[in-house]
């Protein structure tokens, strides 16, 4: 397990690298602006298309760890929801193109902000492939697609530049390639690893199952709840920061936040090697070894959070440029607000290996609140200042009642008791 992670954190921190360059290359070409511009069109097309699709990224991973993978219908079904979702949120994105302009991007022609909804498709074919190989345990594939998800952009998006097309123009068409060309190679990898060249097309698509199709949405959503809530913790102060500040504080923000999210890196791949191996394992083994986990990451965040914080002005500027050294500040408050991720990535591990994701959910909804309170409250005023000390709040306090929660529950007397309060159980 040790080694999975550790291969995991190296393909995030390729992946981070990758977003490095590209934001950099943006900022170039088209200063704080465009960077506002990009971190958008990279959160609100995936946001769209996972709702759509009633959480199935998150579903997919258990579905696939737990033994159901032989049903069969298992893969029609699961198609036809990635399917249907992926046409719905198309739909509503274009329908909505003009609101979408108007809040966030309201020097860009709204024709451009429709075309934008393509990404909506390509995102979601992506984050499906992803999270099909991490139920399958595919770690090398998994590793590959993560890192290659944000590496691929860069060349993706000098290819329009070399054309003569600049702009957000630019920046939706790198996107939308980049998506196509790891979405593909993350679905061969999915084929080869079923066996499906062998079976024929038919294990592809079929007639979906429509109890099946219930049981997954009713852990999609559950599980999605605490997802939409975790990407609104991370990307609320973005949204409302971009609607009262505009793009180009946005833009050094956006270079801010993805800076401490660094330290967010373990916690996130133990999250990720971790949960489908708990939901093989029986309750009291799964215990332990969350449990024992917690400790370690908890001081090795803590230890790494002191270096960078220190290097943040020093990689600011380097990276980005003088323009950006208002964005050295927010930087330092959010890596304090870090120092709990490894940790809580365990616990969210644990709660979703364990069939209950909505136990996730609640904690999450309880640091949504303070986001939202602090951030109406203080943005308006502090501009990126608020939004970072917003989003530090509501890290640690739902990090803390994660890491609270794994520890009562996974104590002997209370792990059965606490999934009969709850009401949750494996689907």
Not at 370 to 392: C, E, K, N, Q
């Amino acid at each position: 397990m040790i080694r999975s992670v550790l291969s995991n954190t190296s393909a995030r921190l390729l992946a981070i690298l990758g977003l490095t360059l590209a934001t950099v290359l943006v900022a170039r070409t088209g200063g704080p602006s465009a960077v506002g511009e990009y971190a958008l069109l990279r959160m609100l097309p995936g946001l769209v298309g996972v709702l759509c699709v009633l959480g199935l990224p998150g579903a997919l991973a258990y579905f696939l760890a737990v033994p159901r993978r032989d049903l069969p219908r298992l893969w029609p079904t699961l198609m036809a929801i990635g399917a249907a979702g992926a046409v719905v949120g198309t739909a509503l994105w274009v329908v909505a193109a003009p609101l979408l302009a108007k809040v966030f991007f309201p020097h860009e022609a709204p024709w451009l902000i429709a075309a934008a909804g393509a990404t909506v498709a390509t995102q979601l074919a992506l984050t499906l492939g992803k999270t099909a190989l991490q139920g399958l345990e595919d770690r090398r594939g998994g590793d590959v697609v993560i890192a290659a998800e944000e590496l691929a952009f860069l060349p993706c998006f000098v290819l329009p530049l070399l054309v003569g097309v600049h702009g957000i123009a630019a920046i939706i068409l790198g996107l939308g390639l980049a998506d196509v060309v790891v979405a593909v190679d993350a679905w061969r990898r999915v084929g080869r690893r079923l066996g499906w060249r062998r079976l024929g097309v038919a294990c592809w698509w079929g007639r979906p199952d429509k109890d099946f199709a219930r049981q997954v949405a009713s852990y999609g959503l559950r599980g999605q709840v605490g997802g939409l809530i975790t990407l609104l913790n991370l990307r609320l102060d973005v949204a409302i920061l971009g609607a009262i500040a505009g793009p180009a504080v946005l833009g050094g923000y956006a270079v801010a936040s993805k800076y401490a999210e660094l330290l967010r890196l373990p916690g996130t791949a133990l999250t990720w090697v971790f949960y489908p191996r708990l939901a093989k394992l029986d309750e009291q083994r799964a215990a332990e070894l969350a449990r024992r986990l917690i400790r370690p990451t908890l001081a090795g965040v803590a230890a790494a959070a002191i270096p960078v914080a220190i290097l943040a002005g020093p990689v600011m500027r380097l990276l980005y440029g003088a323009s950006f050294a208002p964005a050295v500040t927010p930087a330092r408050i959010l890596v304090a607000g870090m120092i709990l991720a490894g940790a809580s990535g365990v616990a969210s591990a644990y709660l979703y290996g364990r069939g209950t994701p909505g136990l996730n959910s609640i904690v999450l909804g309880a640091g949504l609140v303070v986001t939202v309170v602090l951030d109406v409250t203080l943005i308006p005023r502090h501009g990126a200042l608020g939004a970072a000390v917003a989003s530090t709040a509501a890290y640690l306090s739902t990090d803390a009642l994660l890491i609270v929660l794994l520890l009562r529950l996974s104590a002997p007397r209370a792990r059965r008791r606490a999934t009969l309060v709850i009401g949750e159980g494996t689907p």
